[in-house]
């Protein structure tokens, strides 16, 4: 194992597949020379050429219509959005296009095409920037979507994600870039529907997904200390949803939280509490609940945008009442 960044987990990823397949290639404003917005494109230009690592317009539209296209002749394009607040700009094409081509093609179009995009708040970059928006493509039939919190798994289910034949939303969260995890060093994939248990327990289950794992396992924690044992899951990807390790825990703690950043009305968060409760209604002790962001545009203030967002406190907080 080695320790690095989830930043430089993703880059070891685009190498990797790039060595590997000629047809993959990577095209997004700023991703060659400035090396991404978030560095991590760092480098490659040089490695492979503008050819493969190709600057674009400021134009998100037509940079996932190219990606598009690129796919349906043949290439694995990696579209890379400098943030998926700019994706609402290319909605037609991920939407009507990227996700249906294959069903309306009768299967005889394949778009194997990976949409990377960092989101999230807690940076103070205002309501328009600051969004987590993986309820939209959940909704979307014909787009999986992958939401990686650890290093190792943004390497590993990145470059499973490049190996689809199907179109990809890959989000990444902002506050992820610099933290820091060990990651196997050679080949590895993380497959697609997989959730993790990070942490067992017995008396109440904890569902989540990219950041907020992290306030997850500290919430695990801190319970541990007044006498709750709590389970963690990281979902890693919600579409393939891995319903059944869900499941499993949830038969055995009897209770259950999700735990998201995106809005708590409408957000992914309540389509996996739906499942809880069709899977496992007799198993529940009490309601599932829903740790969220506050139904508000996100606040630049510092203080308000912390108080919007879901914390470890936010989580503590709910686990003993149903505790």
Known sequence: MAQITYREALNQALREELDRDERVFIMGEEVGYFGGAFKVTDGLLAVYGEKRVRDTPIAELTIAGAGVGAAMGGL??????????????????????????????????????????????????????????????LHCPGLLVAIPATPADAKGLL????????????????????????VPEGEYLTPLGQASVLREGKDITIVSYSKCVYDAVAAAEALENEGVDAEVIDLRTLNPLDTATVVESVRKTGKAMVVYEGWRTGGAGAEIAAQIYEAAFDHLDAPVERVATLDTPIPYNARLEKAALPGAADIVKVAERMV
Do not use: W
């Open 159 to 182: 470059k499973s994600c490049i190996r689809q034949d199907n179109p990809v939303i890959f989000l990444e969260h902002e506050s992820l870039y610099g933290v820091k995890g060990d």
């Open 76 to 137: 694995k394009p990696i579209v890379e959005l400098m943030t998926i607040n700019f994706g609402l700009l290319a909605m037609d094409q991920i939407v009507n296009h990227a996700a249906k081509i294959h069903y309306m093609f009768g299967g005889r179009a394949k778009v194997p095409l990976v949409i990377r995009a960092p989101q999230g708040a807690g940076h103070q970059l205002g309501a328009q920037h600051s969004q987590s928006l993986e309820a939209y493509f």
